[in-house]
């Protein structure tokens, strides 16, 4: 007789959901949470973690089915039962081979990290313990499965006294060792070492953490799996005369080993040897909490109203010249002073050519301007929700700043804004860059002396380690050197490669890219 006190599955209307499938999923959510923790640590962006694991968690999935499927193709006679279905219905997944699904796993991952460029060793440090997260969590379905339990429990007075847990082990007409706990158990001490490993062992190096987990795997699965195989009910999957639970343990057991010895030898050709701590310790001193952003063709896409307004002004001023398209380009950047200077040696005139400039500007703006994709998103993610400093910096007058801000609903996610009429120099000279950072750092005279250290802890020097600034020309990029900032170029811009000749920190080809930077 098989006593129950739990169904492996429950219903909602016609839906059949089965608890194992959210065991897994529970798992996933908790690997994926406590992953994008670390990754930030480790200077990795969220977007690099979200698009791996809709990519990687798929196809663990069919690994691990075609691996369960594979040692025990007896019990299925069509495709439509190895996909779950019988008799016409979905009746779930009803076996997973963990191994085929870390094989799986771990060659995707390889592959996406070669093709997003992103380093594999600081990747598997995440994933390692993401895998036993999902072990832990899917035992917890072996259990409502009523599977991977092990032999006669002699004495089941203690287990029989567990209530509803005590009566899911009464298997067979007998109490059973539950195995899926001692297992479950075992990889959740793993996981609290690999926690404890990568903060206080120093000579732990990025990568080791995979070695650990494998060998990790089959030292917990050989016992484990010896105790199941005594049951003398569950027939397991078999690699010829060998279990294959028992057999992927020691090759496990020999990866792990191995991968630990490669990384250290041959395999450095590939990647460098780099200390955990030494990581951690990187992207600490590197982090980027301040931006100032530059505003035209950065976060504003204002190129034909500029084009515009200087078209319509030398139409009035200059009605014989008709400008070229590299002339248009070059307007980008520089004041508006200095633009017209170009074409008047009169002071006089050249106000009157700006005056007119800005009055067709303004007049024309809201038909002629938008943000650029992503720009809204990216500050508010940045500003309200990560807690980030924001401000902009740039050659237009004050009001013309806050305006485009308003118009394209950017301004709620701005701290401090830079303008023309506050600074003498004008970019490439540093001025309006350090005023922006100063004015981020000013604090609230409100607050006491311990407020002040407790929010604003940072000297100037650190200060100007975590700050970056995001503009489209060169006078940005060499603005932001003569500051003693980081630079960050924008790629979308109609003549990007001035903007090279700058060599700025980081590029981007859209504004979204940011928040990799960031490590959000």
């Not at 490669?262 to 992207?283: H, S």
């Not at 998103?377 to 801000?405: A, F, M, N, P």
């Not at 120099?425 to 000013?442: F, Q, T, W």
């Not at 003569?482 to 003549?495: N, P």
Request: net charge negative; glycine share 8%.
């Amino acid at each position: 007789m098989l006593l129950s006190a739990f169904n492996s599955y429950f219903r909602i209307g016609n839906l059949t959901i089965h608890w194992y499938a959210i065991c897994i999923l529970i798992g996933v959510i908790i690997a994926v949470w406590l992953g994008l923790r670390e990754a930030k640590k480790l200077g990795i962006g969220s977007d690099v973690i979200y698009l791996g694991v809709l990519i990687t968690v798929p196809i663990a999935i069919v690994g691990a089915r075609l691996w369960y499927v594979l040692f025990n193709l007896k019990d299925f006679h069509n495709f439509g039962e190895v996909l779950g279905f019988k008799n016409g219905e979905f009746n779930g997944l009803s076996g997973l081979a963990i191994q085929g699904g870390v094989i799986f796993a771990l060659i995707t991952v390889y592959i996406y990290c070669k093709k997003r460029h992103v380093p594999l060793y600081m990747i598997i440090d995440l994933v390692a313990p993401g895998f036993l997260i999902g072990q832990i969590c899917g035992r917890w379905g072996n259990f409502f499965n009523q599977e991977l339990y092990g032999p006669i429990i002699q004495n089941p007075g203690f287990i029989s006294s567990l209530g509803p847990f005590g009566e899911q082990m009464y298997i067979h007409g007998a109490y059973r060792h539950p195995v899926f706990f001692y297992e479950a158990m075992l990889n959740l001490c793993g996981f609290v070492f690999m926690l404890i490993a990568r903060r206080k062992i120093k000579k732990l190096e990025s990568g080791d953490l995979m070695a650990v987990y494998l060998l990790w795997y089959g030292i917990v699965r050989i016992p484990c799996e010896v105790l199941r195989l005594h049951s003398g009910v569950q027939e397991p999957l078999m690699m010829g005369p060998i279990p294959a639970s028992i057999a992927t343990a020691v090759l496990f057991i020999v990866l792990g080993i191995s991968f630990f010895i490669l990384k250290r030898t041959i395999l450095t050709k590939f990647a460098p040897r780099r200390l955990y701590q030494d990581i951690l310790e990187e992207v600490r001193e590197n982090h980027i909490d301040t931006l100032i952003f530059d505003l035209d063709g950065t976060l504003l896409d204002t190129k034909e109203l500029i084009d515009h307004s200087f078209i319509e002004t030398f139409r009035h001023f200059r009605p014989d010249y008709e400008l070229s398209d590299s002339e248009l380009d070059s307007f980008f950047g520089p004041t508006l002073e200095e633009s017209f200077s170009k074409y008047s040696d009169d002071a006089k005139e050249v106000e009157e050519m700006i005056a007119y400039y800005r009055e067709y500007n303004f007049a024309h703006h809201d038909e002629l301007v938008m943000a650029f994709k992503g720009a809204r998103d990216v500050l508010r993610t940045l500003s309200k929700k990560k807690g980030y400093r924001i401000g902009v910096c740039s050659s237009k007058k004050r009001d013309l700043v806050i305006h485009g801000l308003e118009w394209c609903g950017l301004i709620d996610y701005v701290d401090v804004i830079v303008g023309a009429e506050d600074v003498v120099k004008h970019k490439p000279d540093p001025e309006g860059i350090l005023l922006a950072l100063k004015e981020l750092n000013a604090v609230d005279m409100d607050l006491d002396d311990q407020d002040k250290k407790k929010r604003f802890p940072r000297d100037e020097e650190v200060y100007l380690k975590h700050a970056l600034y995001i503009g489209d020309n060169k006078a940005d990029i060499d603005a932001a050197k003569a500051a003693g900032i980081r630079s960050c170029g924008v790629l979308y811009i109609k003549h990007p490669e001035v903007m090279l000749d700058a060599n700025p920190t980081f590029v981007i080809n859209k504004l979204t890219e940011l928040l990799n930077i960031c490590g959000e």
